[in-house]
């Protein structure tokens, strides 16, 4: 079956503009995660999605950084006011359930690079 | 909070050559442990994972690992590492019922043919 999607595949764009990314997780899959992924470096938690409510948002690292999920499928991360130091590789997970025991099935990214 | 680290950046070996990861985690509670691999162009995917049970973990394409709890140890380990093998591989862990995974740095592993 499909697997996680996310778009665009990459992101040019300007200090000091708005983007949106946009994530579709496995059909089914309750549980979305949300990782920053910048170079040299892991994944980075962000932010948890179970169904339609943000669970988890400890990992975003200012409030410039928003994600909503309104029908408990599609996620969107929204980033304001971007900064140079916001480029990097912005990985989508999903998971049946509820995170912790359940395998995490990531999506390709979406490379963002903010000039 | 719990924090990981892969001790080899680069790692590069000949093909039929043993393969030995180094993952060492820090925190003080019951941990899952997850190995992940990234292919050159494709996205991250699951290659084992240990929840509880049998401390010697085997995944997919040949992969085992093995948790050390006296140690905070997870290393990945594969007997003969074949020119496919080539990938990033993360070591990650969290909590039981805990949604932040953290991520090691991963290792950069080439392999010869």
């Known amino acids: 079956g499909a697997g996680v999607s996310q778009t665009p595949s990459n992101k040019v764009t300007e200090k000091g503009k708005y983007v949106e990314l946009r994530c579709d997780p496995i059909s089914g899959h309750t549980a979305l995660y949300w990782y920053r992924q910048s170079l040299g470096q892991g994944p980075e938690f962000l932010i948890y999605?179970?169904?339609?409510?943000?669970?988890?948002d400890s990992g975003l690292p200012n409030d410039r950084f928003f994600a909503v999920r309104p029908e408990g499928s599609v996620s969107t991360l929204k980033i304001q006011r971007t900064e140079r130091g916001d480029s990097a590789v912005y990985l989508c997970a999903s998971s049946p359930q509820r995170g912790g025991l359940e395998t995490q099935y990531f999506g390709p990214g979406t490379r963002l690079l903010v000039l | 909070a719990q924090s990981v680290s892969q001790h080899n950046h680069h790692v590069i070996l000949s093909e039929a050559a043993s393969l030995e990861l180094g993952c060492n985690y820090s925190y003080g509670g019951t941990v899952n442990l997850f190995w992940y691999v990234q292919y050159p162009g494709q996205h991250l995917q699951l290659l084992l994972k240990y929840f509880s049970g049998d401390p010697l973990v085997k995944g997919i394409k040949g992969f085992e690992a093995e948790f050390i709890k006296s140690k905070f140890s997870f290393n990945l380990r594969k007997p003969s590492v074949q020119w496919s093998d080539t990938a990033e591989y993360f070591c990650?862990?969290?909590?039981?019922?805990?949604?932040?995974?953290?991520f090691g740095a991963g290792t950069r592993l080439t392999v010869k043919p």
């Open positions: 999605f179970q169904g339609t409510g943000a669970a988890d």
């Open positions: 990650a862990v969290n909590a039981p019922n805990n949604n932040d995974m953290r």
